[in-house]
């Protein structure tokens, strides 16, 4: 029987789909990360694979391109959740600022590491490298913060979502550099930026007039097909396309804010929060199922024996530490001392093993071991499970201790508010034998009618 007929991977498929489905239930009770359950079943099947499957079979094409399409569903799905409001712009901003600081001073970190500790890096190229390895994993963050306080929630998906975005606009940029044909200095990539917003307004409200005109049950898919494609030639073109998915989100998520006034006449409100409604819950099961096979394929393509070198793991630690300290100083002064679990909320992921494989022939380095790609992501997953474990207990602690505090105080009230007819009034000259043959309870000790 050939293991590998489309019968059998349908059953795989469809049994993998199941298992990731499980995990997710899991990561809500344990708060342990269901992406580092699927990476770990990948790594499962590869041994499983390899009893079964002579020679090796090449996962690289299909994550490029399960990561890309991941990529945009988790940015769309993180907008479609995003509101715009006046009380809501501190806290979009602060989570910016964080973003970008986190992410410019941790590559900066990174690559001065890499640049220093592995021969033949060039500065240039270690940049490449340090960059994906600074970017936040919204793929992971997103699913697992669900049980955070709804503030912590919001700061999480702005920053992740920022972090993922501008991480890959500064890749890219990177990249450009690196080829002086095709360099454009700092006020080309500011102009290319300012054309890529332009383009996604344009493209967001067009999309929006042109859809809710549309009768057809079946525009959802032709809607993302579109967006696909807007991000495939905003890429030819090199332009920072993830914009444009984000764009379209708030504005589909926000119409009352970008259809203002007058101009809301071209808006069928109930066709477009329709098209809302259901855009958001294809959105999230495409996601959800491209992330699942994305991690699992990741696990899969993972050489276990790369981990254990000492160079690997010093370089490795060094990454980390410098991750996490930074983290420490910009969530102190932007946020303050409330920085738990946040500050070890910090996972590599999707965006980190997709641009390393972007990185371009000339700017690889032969010595650079991809061991150090996966240690990071593994070591900062494991700890963001840590933590979100930690926090689920102060939190069930805390709260055992307020149901406590609030039943001693009823019952302290309950003794401060019982009537007087329910205490009984004793005369001190009597004895107990004498107020057992007096009158009834509620006229003992009080003055009689009469007297």
Known sequence: MEILSSYNVIIAASIIIILSFWFTGISKKTNIPSVLMLIVLGIILKYVMDYFVEGEINFKPSLELLGTIGLIMIVLEAALELELKKEKLVPILKSMAIALLGLVASAWIAALILYNTIEGMSMASAWLYAIPLSILSSAIIIPSVSGLPEHKKEFHIYESTFSDIMGIMMFYFMIGALDPAHATGAAGFAGSTVLTLVIA?????????????????????????????????????????????????????????????????????????????????????????VRTFFFVIFGLTIVLSSLVSLSVVGISLLIIASIYAIRFLILRVFVGKDIFPQLFIAPRGLITILLFYAIPEKGRV??????????????????????????????????????????????????????????????????????????????????????
Do not use: C
């Open 366 to 451: 032969e010595n650079f071991e991809s061991g150090i790609l996966l240690f990071v992501i593994i070591a900062t997953s494991l700890l963001m499970t840590w933590a979100m474990i930690k926090d689920k207990k102060i939190m069930g602690t805390m709260l055992e201790e307020l149901d406590q505090e609030i039943l001693e105080r009823n019952e302290a009230e309950d003794v401060l508010h019982e009537k007087p007819e329910d205490l009984t009034p004793t005369n001190p000259n009597s004895t107990t034998s004498e107020q057992d043959d007096q009158e009834p309870a509620s006229n003992l000790g009080y003055p009689q009618a009469g007297d």
């Open 201 to 289: 307004l344009v493209a967001s409200y067009a999309i929006i007039l042109i859809f809710q005109k549309i009768k057809s049950q079946a525009k959802l898919f032709l809607l993302i097909a579109v967006l696909l494609l807007l991000y495939a030639i905003g890429k030819k073109f090199h332009l920072s396309s993830l914009i444009i998915i984000l764009v379209f989100g708030l504005v589909i998520a926000n119409v009352s804010l970008f259809f203002p006034g007058k101009t809301a006449v071209f808006l069928d409100r109930d066709k477009v929060d329709q098209i809302y409604h259901e855009l958001h819950i294809i959105t999230l099961e495409t996601a959800f199922v």
